[in-house]
């Protein structure tokens, strides 16, 4: 049945069926590579194609905590992936302390 909608993979969260997903994401991060970098999200679709949406959040000094959170409604088609990416414009470490990554379908196709 469709309560098995939704499959782990390393890396990767897979859809077994065609649907509108709800897609939702949420971390703290602790540690910025710097006191004014920059860190982002974005969602990947298959290993190719990012998605529109984008989150950023600014350090303003050393010590700084953030917080990245996010959703967005995608369609997908069976065996479709999506992937999490967070990228910095600054070289160095990001630490995150929690973060968590949620799909479901709203409705099937």
């Known amino acids: 049945g469709l309560e098995d909608c939704v499959v782990f993979n390393t ?3 897979t859809v077994q069926y065609d649907g509108i997903y709800d897609l ?3 971390s703290c991060l602790t540690s910025f590579p710097s006191n004014t970098a920059k860190i982002g ?3 990947r679709v298959n290993g190719t194609a990012f998605s529109d949406m984008k989150v950023l959040t600014k350090s303003n000094s050393n010590g ?3 917080l990245l959170a996010a959703n967005d409604l995608v369609q997908l088609s069976a065996n479709d992936y999506i992937q999490l990416y967070i ?3 600054t070289t160095g470490n ?3 302390n929690n973060m968590m990554l949620t799909m479901k379908m709203i409705k099937a196709l």
């Open 64 to 66: 700084d905590d953030g």
């Open 11 to 13: 890396n990767r969260l």
């Open 24 to 26: 939702n994401f949420w």
């Open 41 to 43: 999200i974005k969602f």
């Open 94 to 96: 990001v630490t995150i």
């Open 87 to 89: 990228a910095s414009d």
